[in-house]
């Protein structure tokens, strides 16, 4: 068996716009969007919206985080995005309220099939529930969820669901401890 990417095939997958609005949209992120100043974050929710993101009040986009379809991603009510932070949307995005997710994270859709000889493209959407944490610099794999009140902790790669009030770390991310003590601070 080989690789053949000559016989690679998109024609299936749907961006949910059509190229004009795709390529409208990554000029306004790579200008206006990007050099925003930094407390303009209802500009930049604003310009989300325009493009048919989902997004809650209170949210604070940094300028610097990079959507690639906004139209597939959705933000509940006082989420924080930090600097750099990758939405590889290629499919669905939702992340919670009174989330936080920080610098340098990188939030991955979309991958291929290691064992087709052509490639192929698989996507599957990422779900960050409410209250939860994903540190500096996370990668997180297609199709994960991080429930609710659960912490990733900074540099990690998340490969399986993170479960509700725990901390996981590392590369693969492994439990290390609950977040909160079960004494009803959830």
């Known amino acids: 068996m080989k690789i053949d990417l000559s016989n690679y ?57 990079n959507f690639t ?9 006082y989420s924080w995005i930090g ?38 493209l698989m996507t599957k959407p990422i779900v960050i529930k409410d209250g939860a944490w994903v540190a500096s610099d996370v990668f997180i794999y297609p199709g994960i969820t991080i429930n609710e009140m659960a912490v990733v902790a900074a540099r990690s790669t998340v490969i399986k669901d993170i479960p509700a009030n725990e901390v996981h770390a590392g590369s693969p991310a492994k439990y290390v401890k609950k977040r909160f003590e079960e004494d009803g601070l959830l």
């Open 69 to 77: 379809y906004p139209w597939k991603v959705s933000i509940g009510d």
């Open 83 to 120: 600097d750099n932070v990758q939405f590889y949307s290629l499919d669905e995005i939702h992340i919670g309220s009174n989330c936080v997710v920080s610098q340098e994270s990188y939030l991955c859709t979309g991958s291929h099939n290691i064992k087709d000889p052509h490639f192929g």
């Open 9 to 65: 095939n998109q024609s299936l997958y749907s961006r949910g716009r059509n190229g004009f609005i795709v390529v409208l949209w990554w000029f306004i992120q790579g200008t206006i969007f990007r050099y925003s100043l930094h407390n303009m974050y209802q500009w930049r929710n604003n310009l989300l919206r325009l493009f048919g993101a989902n997004i809650g009040q209170g949210v604070k986009v940094r300028a610097s985080a």
